[in-house]
């Protein structure tokens, strides 16, 4: 029944929310762990290379408990967190859980075979393995993940399709994992605190570029040259030019689309996501080694998604650390994924302004409504709330270290469990999840060709290149801080 | 001023809007407003302004899988002058 929209609208019932409560959750078990020093969260269990499977996995605090405890201990707990979660947002929390439990499995079952010493092991850890050569193939056990997620997306039964996409949420389990990112931010910020305020700035200024150019050109082309309506070209270029399927929702609503219109642009995102997220990074690697931190910026301006923009920025983070420990440079593992996430979190908090924008624009002078009112609540309405939680985890964190209120070592003992395994566990979840929600017969649907086409043309010819350009022009000469191996 | 509060559709033809007591649709927003305002004026003689909420039934409207991007479609606030 309709219900007048308040502010505190949804703060139980979205996927948004839920990723703030649950990662804030995590976050601050972490901080009480560093202030008591009671061991809240080495539990999480962590995964490894190996060469021996017995030692594949075990807690993010070795000794604490057996790796098959900690394994159960982890599926649990993360299983009451997220169907807390669920039961909230009114799923069928029964088919949730069946499903849920099917994608932990694969998804442990990919982390393993991903982590095999001989297929992605870096040289600085041959010697610990006993092994004097791998592929090092760095990130290898995402596309394993996210190959069988696309197995299961477009070639499983209709039937088992529908029910793994119960808990194939990939958008809720990466904005988790943004808030652990946070925490990570955090620490980092601590000894590294200038190199952190540069890359949060440097991605402002890059997201400002990207709206004032992207969107234009991105709705001129969609107009003049493929002749679509005004209705559609507006939620193409928000889609293509700005943060994917949020965008395209976004805009659509703000001028008063219907809901046609988003469906059928979102199914396409998605499917280039995908492409984007395999290609771009070994692209990436191979062409922009010398640039990490643009390279890096440059996925966040591109890759459309927070999905699959974290992804991508996983696998590039892995694939240059490990081309880069290949001639003996130990770069820190996760800044090349911050600024992948950090232009995508800027773009993500704009696009409140930018629908209101439009909203205004549609309804007080392109299509005139008389009556109708444009609610500057809107901006809020349509703010990234997992945002809220990346920020506070990494500023609390950041206060707290740098305020020696927690010694940095006590909160590394806290939040390192969080911000790596319980993070990249939930970068492996949207993994997975990524390829079962995407199914490629969408390129087949009635309609979808010429979309399809403007799409494509638009990223290849102005997102890509000009968004390069942008992530140069405001992190070239950043480089990771180096670690000794 | 009086405030109404709809659950908005749109079944692929015409926006509809619906709270229990009133269904009215348009194949525009502005159709739609203006058959709103006919139906209102008729319930509401005394009122020269009704204040009117409308928000897109997005469960209904917008597939599951894309809940998770995005949490909600539009929300409309109409000033509908009666008289």
């Known amino acids: ?485 | 001023m009086k405030t109404i509060t709809f659950d908005l559709y749109h079944d692929g033809v015409k926006w509809i809007a619906k709270n229990g007591q009133i269904i009215v649709s348009g194949e525009t927003l502005e159709e739609l407003d203006e058959n709103l305002k006919l139906k209102l004026k008729d319930m509401f003689e005394d009122e020269k302004t009704i204040k009117v909420n409308m928000e897109l039934d997005y469960r209904e409207m917008v597939p599951h899988w894309m809940w998770q991007y995005h949490p909600y479609y539009f929300y409309r606030t109409v000033y509908l002058e009666l008289d």
Not at chain 1, 209 to 233: G, I
Not at chain 1, 326 to 353: N, Q, R, Y
Not at chain 1, 412 to 433: N, Q, Y
């Open chain 1, 1 to 485: 029944m309709a219900e007048e929209r308040r502010w505190y609208t949804g703060m139980f019932s979205t996927e948004d929310w839920w990723a703030f409560w649950i990662g804030i959750f995590f976050v601050f078990l972490g901080i009480v762990a560093a202030a008591t020093m009671v061991d809240l969260t080495g539990w999480i269990v962590s995964f490894g290379n190996w060469v021996d499977i017995t030692k594949s996995f075990g807690p993010a605090h070795k000794g604490l408990m057996s790796p098959l405890a900690s394994l159960v201990v982890s599926y649990v707990v993360f299983t009451i967190a997220t169907a807390i979660g669920a039961k909230a947002m009114g799923w069928d929390v029964k088919n949730y859980l069946k499903a849920w439990t099917v994608i932990f499995i694969l998804t442990t079952i990919a982390y393993i075979i991903g982590q095999y010493g001989y297929l992605s092991a870096t040289s600085n850890k041959w010697e610990k393995l006993g092994i004097t050569w791998s592929l090092q193939i760095g990130g290898a056990y995402y596309i394993i993940a996210l190959i069988i997620g696309l197995l299961i997306g477009n070639f499983a039964p209709s039937g088992f399709k529908e029910f793994m996409k119960r808990a194939a949420r990939p958008e809720w389990y990466i904005k988790i994992a943004i808030v652990c990112l946070g925490a990570k931010l955090g620490l980092k910020a601590i000894e590294a605190t200038g190199f952190a305020m540069h890359l949060l700035f440097a991605g402002v200024c890059a997201t400002i570029a990207a709206y004032l150019l992207f969107w234009p050109l991105a709705y001129t082309v969609s107009r003049k040259l493929f002749n679509l309506s005004r209705e559609w070209a507006a939620c193409l270029a928000s889609g293509i030019s700005i943060c994917g399927v949020s965008a395209a929702i976004a805009t659509a609503g703000s001028i008063r689309a219907r809901p046609i219109v988003p469906v059928m642009i979102s199914s396409l995102i998605v499917v280039f996501a995908v492409f984007e997220l395999v290609i771009l990074p070994a692209v990436l690697v191979t062409t922009w080694f010398n640039e990490p931190i643009a390279a890096g910026a440059s996925l966040g301006l591109t890759v459309k998604t927070d999905g699959a923009d974290a992804a991508a920025g996983a696998i590039l983070d892995q694939l240059m650390i490990s081309k880069a420990a290949s001639m003996g440079i130990h770069w820190d593992e996760g800044w090349i994924l911050a600024s992948a996430i950090m232009t995508k979190i800027w773009i993500d908090m704009f696009i409140g302004v930018w629908a209101f924008v439009l909203a205004v624009v549609w309804v007080y002078y392109f299509e005139r409504k008389p009556g109708e009112k444009v609610q500057k609540m809107e901006i809020w309405w349509r703010f990234p709330k997992f945002v809220i939680g990346y920020f506070v985890a990494m500023f609390a964190i950041m206060g707290l270290g740098l305020g020696n209120v927690i010694g940095f070592e006590n909160l590394e003992f806290g939040l390192k469990p969080i911000e790596g395994a319980m993070r990249h566990f939930f970068f492996m979840l949207t993994f997975t999840s990524i390829g079962i929600v995407t199914d490629f017969r969408a390129l087949r649907q009635e309609g979808i060709g010429k979309l399809a086409v403007a799409y494509a043309f638009i990223l290849a010819v102005i997102i890509i290149p000009i968004g390069w350009f942008i992530a140069w022009l405001f992190h070239h000469g950043m480089m990771p801080p180096t670690v000794t191996p």
